[in-house]
C-alpha cells in the first residue's frame, strides 16, 4: 500500500490508468453496442425506480470517460466517479451475465476502484480493515492468543455436549484446512464450534492455522491487488505449510472468490491445496451419508435460499447449496431468478464493511431482494455468506419480511442426528 | 477516369485493404496485448467454454433472448439481412464474376429485395428504441447514431437504384460510395464487434466457465 496522496496526482493517475488497462478492458470500452439491455439486470436500476443513470452501461462509460480525460481529471470529478464506483455497484458480475458481448462490467469498476486507490480515495473503513489485514494478519486484529483462546473456548464448549470432538491447531498433513470470516473470533464465535460440530460428527480430518486463518480479502474490494495478494499469500502459505489437500473456506462469499479464482492469478501459480466452500463441503458429507439430517426440526418452516454472488455466480456452489437443501427442509421455495442468476442482496463488493455513508444506499438497492423474498413467503432465509447474512438481516428489518436469517451451520446445529454413542454420558435433566 | 471507375476500382481496393488491414491490426494488437496483460485467458483457455459461450449467444439460447423477446428478434433480423443480402445479392455476384471470374449462390431478387427493407426496418426500429426508451437514450452518443446511418445507407440506396427511383447513376454512385464507408469505419469503431465480439464472448465464457458457471 502506498502512501495517500493528498492532493490529486494526475501522473499517478494516469501511470494507474495505463497500468490496468488490459486487452479485455479496452476491448469491451470499445464494443459497447450501448443496448441498454444491462438496465434491469441490475440491482440498483431496479430499486432506484429505473433511474438510467444506475445502468451499467452508464457506469461503464463514466468509467471510460474518467481515463479518456485523465489529464482533464480533478478532485471534483474523483468525488463524482467515487460515488458511482463505490455506491453504485457491488460488482455482482450480473449484468455480465445478461451481455450479448459478455462486457464484464464487474473488471471495469475494479480497475475504476484501482484509480481512485491510486489517489488515497476509498472508504475508510475497507482502509482501516486491510491495514489492520496487513499488520496483524487479520482484518479485526484479533491477537494470535485471542484466536487461539477462542479456539479452546469454543472446544471445550464444544466437549460439554460432545466429548470426543475438538479443534485442531496446526496439524500438519491433515486432510483440510478451515479458515474463516475474522468476525467469527472477534463476534460470532459460535459459528466456529458449529463449524467444528459438523466436521467432528462427518469423522473429517481436519485443522485450523494460528495464522493466516482469515481468508476474507476486502483488499479486492478496493482494487488494491498489491494488498490483496499479501493478504491470500498469507492463506496459502499456512496452508502449504500444513501440507492440507484441500482448503475449506466458512460460508462467506467474497473469501471464496478471492482464495480459488483471483489469487491464482494476483499469485502467478496455482495453489498446492484445492479450495472448496463450506456448501460443497457439506453437500459432499450428505451425498456420502457422513452427515444426517432431521427434517423434521425445520418441518413447519418455508424456507428459501439466498445465493451469494460470490458463492453461486461467481463460485460455481449453486447446485451444492440445493442439495444440501433437500436433506434439511421439508418446504422449500426458490426466489425467482435464483442460482447463478440471482439478484445481488446489495451487501456485497464491500458495502457490508463500508458501513455508514453507505448504509442508505446499500439498504435501497437490496429492495429487489427484499421483494424476491417476500413474494416466496419464506419464513427463513439461508445465505451461506457473512455479507448477505448482514445485509438480509437489515432488510428484514427494514422491509419487515418477518423472516429468520440462518446459514448452514445454525440450521445443522440444531438438525443434526448426533449418535447416542458420541453425546455427553450426564444429561442435563432440566432440556 | 470517371467517378464510377474509381469508386469500382481503386477506391473499392482501398475500402477493402483498410477493413481487412484493419481488422488483422485489431486482432494482432489484441494479441499482443492480452498476452502480455490478460495471461488468466491463456492460463484458463478452454475450447469448451468458448465454443459454448459463443454459441449460446450467435443462437438466442440465452436468458436475454427469453426476457427481451422483441429486441431479440429486431436485433437477430437486423443482423441476418445485413449481412446476407450484400453477400447473396445477384447484382453483387455479377460484379464479383466480371472482376475475377467467381461466383457463387444469390438471393431470388424478390427475397433480397424484401431483405433490404426488413434491414433498414429493423434499423429503424433500432434507432428510434435509442430516442425513446430513456435507458437506451442515456448511453448514446453521436457515434451510434451516425454508425447506424452508415450502416442503412448502403441499403436504403441500394434499394432506390434497385427499383431506379430518382437519378440511377447519382443513386449508385452513393450506394457504391456508402458502401465503401461502411467498410472503412469498421475497424475503427464499435463495428467491429461483428468479429470482436467472438473474443468478447470467448473471454467472458470462459471466465465463468473455470468457475462451472453459464454465461448465458
Excluded at chain 2, 13 to 28: E, L, P
Aim: with cysteine; aromatic share 12%.
Amino acid at each position: 500500500m502506498g502512501d495517500k496522496a493528498a492532493a490529486f496526482n494526475p501522473e499517478v493517475f494516469k501511470k494507474t490508468a495505463e497500468e490496468k488497462s488490459n486487452a479485455r478492458l479496452k476491448m469491451w470500452l470499445e464494443i459497447c453496442a450501448h443496448c441498454g439491455l444491462c438496465a434491469d439486470t441490475c440491482h440498483f436500476y431496479l430499486a432506484n425506480e429505473r433511474d438510467p443513470k444506475m445502468m451499467p452501461a452508464y457506469k461503464a462509460k463514466k468509467v471510460l470517460e474518467t481515463i479518456k480525460k485523465n489529464n482533464k481529471f480533478d478532485e471534483d470529478r474523483l468525488d463524482e466517479f467515487y460515488e458511482t464506483i463505490y455506491g453504485e455497484c457491488t460488482m455482482c458480475r450480473r449484468c455480465t451475465m445478461f451481455c450479448p458481448f459478455g462486457i464484464d462490467v464487474a473488471s471495469i469498476i475494479s480497475m475504476a476502484r484501482s484509480l481512485s486507490a491510486s489517489q488515497g480515495k476509498v472508504p475508510k473503513e475497507l482502509l482501516k480493515a486491510v491495514e489492520s489485514h496487513l499488520e496483524s494478519g487479520n482484518q479485526m486484529a484479533v491477537t494470535e492468543e485471542e484466536w487461539v483462546d477462542t479456539l479452546e473456548w469454543m472446544e471445550e464448549e464444544l466437549q460439554e455436549e460432545l466429548p470426543g470432538a475438538t479443534i485442531p491447531i496446526d496439524k500438519k498433513g491433515a486432510d483440510f484446512l478451515y479458515v474463516v470470516n475474522a468476525r467469527e473470533p472477534k463476534f460470532y464465535p459460535m459459528d466456529i464450534s458449529q463449524a467444528a460440530m459438523v466436521f467432528y460428527l462427518a469423522g473429517a480430518d481436519w485443522t485450523m492455522s494460528s495464522k493466516g486463518w482469515d481468508v476474507t480479502n476486502l483488499a479486492m474490494f478496493m482494487g488494491d491487488i498489491a494488498a490483496a495478494t499479501k493478504i491470500a499469500q498469507m492463506v496459502r502459505d499456512a496452508a502449504e505449510e500444513l501440507e492440507v489437500k484441500r482448503v475449506v473456506v466458512t460460508e462467506c462469499g467474497h473469501a471464496l472468490r478471492s482464495l480459488q479464482f483471483e489469487s491464482p492469478i494476483w499469485l502467478g501459480r496455482d495453489h498446492q491445496f484445492e479450495v472448496v466452500h463450506s456448501v460443497s463441503l457439506f453437500a459432499e458429507y450428505l451425498r456420502e451419508g457422513r452427515l444426517k439430517l432431521d427434517k423434521s426440526v425445520f418441518a413447519n418452516e418455508r424456507c428459501t435460499y439466498q445465493d451469494p454472488c460470490n458463492v453461486s455466480r461467481n463460485g460455481g456452489c449453486a447446485q451444492d447449496a440445493r442439495e444440501i437443501v433437500k436433506y434439511l427442509c421439508e418446504d422449500f421455495v426458490e426466489m425467482e431468478p435464483h442460482s447463478e442468476y440471482s439478484y445481488c442482496c446489495g451487501g456485497g463488493g464491500g458495502f457490508i464493511p463500508m458501513a455508514g455513508a453507505f448504509k442508505d444506499r446499500r439498504l435501497k438497492s437490496g429492495k429487489v431482494k427484499a421483494e424476491q423474498i417476500k413474494a416466496t413467503g419464506a419464513s427463513i432465509c439461508i445465505t451461506p455468506c457473512h455479507n448477505c447474512y448482514d445485509q438480509i438481516r437489515d432488510l428484514d428489518k427494514e422491509y419487515e419480511l418477518g423472516i429468520k436469517v440462518l446459514s448452514f451451520k445454525e440450521m445443522f446445529e440444531e438438525a443434526l442426528i448426533i449418535p447416542e454413542e458420541l453425546k455427553a454420558k450426564e444429561e442435563d435433566e432440566e432440556e | 477516369m470517371s467517378l464510377y471507375e474509381l469508386l469500382r476500382g481503386p477506391l473499392l481496393w482501398v475500402a477493402f485493404g483498410v477493413f481487412f488491414g484493419g481488422m488483422v491490426v485489431r486482432v494482432v494488437l489484441f494479441f499482443q496485448l492480452s498476452t502480455q496483460k490478460d495471461k488468466p485467458i491463456y492460463r484458463f483457455f478452454s475450447w469448451k467454454w468458448l465454443w459454448l459461450s459463443i454459441f449460446h449467444w450467435i443462437l438466442p439460447l440465452n436468458e436475454t433472448a427469453k426476457k427481451n423477446p422483441v429486441v431479440t428478434s429486431v436485433g437477430f433480423v437486423f443482423h441476418i439481412c445485413l449481412i446476407v443480402t450484400p453477400l447473396f445479392l445477384l447484382a453483387h455476384g455479377v460484379l464479383w464474376y466480371e472482376s475475377w471470374e467467381i461466383s457463387w449462390w444469390s438471393l431470388p431478387e424478390s427475397v433480397a429485395d424484401y431483405m433490404t427493407l426488413i434491414a433498414i426496418g429493423s434499423g429503424l426500429f433500432l434507432g428510434i428504441r435509442r430516442l425513446v426508451s430513456p435507458h437506451v437514450r442515456i448511453v448514446t452518443t453521436a457515434a451510434d447514431y451516425l454508425l447506424l446511418a452508415v450502416t442503412l445507407a448502403p441499403f436504403v440506396t441500394g434499394y432506390l437504384a434497385y427499383h431506379q427511383y430518382f437519378d440511377y447513376q447519382t443513386i449508385i454512385l452513393l450506394h457504391m460510395f456508402f458502401g465503401e464507408l461502411m467498410l472503412v469505419v469498421i475497424p475503427f469503431t464499435k463495428l467491429s464487434h461483428f468479429l470482436i465480439f467472438f473474443f468478447s464472448r470467448a473471454v467472458t465464457g470462459m471466465e465463468f466457465g473455470r468457475r462451472n458457471a453459464p454465461s448465458w
